[in-house]
């Protein structure tokens, strides 16, 4: 099963659960589609007020579902692909949701977890929650605009702890930080994030709606200013050229000499 992506609606709030059991909830490519196809669903609807994001079985995602890797990773165009239009298409329909968004973080915050996470404008953890993105230790480097993201959510100096040390890092740290608005007991995560979106709720949703218009705005790069948009073209064309692996299968081995791999993940054919 390549997971798949849940929402229900209660009242004016929307959750949307990963779910990928047996993987903690890590994201395959149907996963990524789906998760855009949510948020661009979510979008329009004026009678959303909150979403609240989870994962389910106590984790919230885990990273990458790594059985997919050896099927598009190694070659430019398919690493292009995945990463420009599965998980970038995905990422962005969240950060263009006007929407209010909570991230409930449960268990493993990890790679696409943190990814997912970092869209949202209000996240609540769990107090025994980790979070990483040791992508290094596959020996990957993370993709330009995905870096930009997290880096600019978590603090830049966290972010080069995470990608060059493939540091993992606990709730309270990460609160300390600045990344989190609340940790909590593990038992009231789902209703401190529940309590959270229904005082959103509450409030007048045309007003939420204009102000992250506004706070994205005032974020967007000015390419008169600092030509970062062409900086970020030059990333994206160069990042996709990186050599990982001769084949599949090697990639594949690789994958097992670090013990990276879960259980019922097969070797490529």
């Avoid at 020996?139 to 972010?159: C, D, Y």
């Avoid at 709730?171 to 979106?197: I, M």
């Amino acid at each position: 099963m390549a997971g798949q992506v849940l929402m229900a609606v209660e009242r004016s709030v929307a959750r949307v659960t990963l779910s990928h059991p047996g993987k903690f909830n890590a994201m395959s490519r149907a996963m990524w589609r789906e998760l855009r196809a949510v948020f661009e669903a979510i979008q329009p609807r004026m009678d959303l007020r909150c979403v609240v994001v989870a994962g389910e079985g106590g984790h919230f995602c885990a990273g990458g579902d790594i059985a997919e890797y050896p099927a598009f990773r190694f070659s430019e165009a398919g690493l292009r692909d995945f990463h420009e239009n599965d998980v970038w298409g995905a990422l962005d329909a969240m950060l263009g949701c006007d929407v209010p968004i909570v991230a409930q973080i449960e268990g493993n915050c990890m790679g696409a977890g943190l990814e997912i996470a970092s869209c949202c404008d209000l996240r609540v953890a769990g107090v025994s929650a980790r979070f990483g993105a040791p992508i290094a230790r596959l020996g990957f480097p993370m993709a330009p605009r995905e870096a930009k993201l997290v880096s600019g959510a978590l603090g830049e100096l966290t972010a080069r702890e995470m990608l060059l040390e493939a540091a993992v890092l606990d709730a309270p740290t990460l609160l300390l930080r600045g990344f989190l608005n609340g940790v909590v007991a593990d038992a009231d995560v789902a209703g401190d994030a529940l309590g959270r979106a229904q005082r959103i709720a509450a409030l007048a949703p045309q007003a939420a709606r204009l102000n992250k218009q506004t706070l994205r705005a005032l974020n967007m790069p000015d390419p008169n200013v600092d030509g970062s948009l062409d900086a970020m073209k030059s990333m994206v064309d160069r990042a996709y050229a990186y050599a990982y692996a001769d084949s599949a299968e090697e990639a594949w081995e690789q994958l097992l000499r670090l013990g990276l791999t879960v259980p019922g993940d097969s070797t490529p054919a």
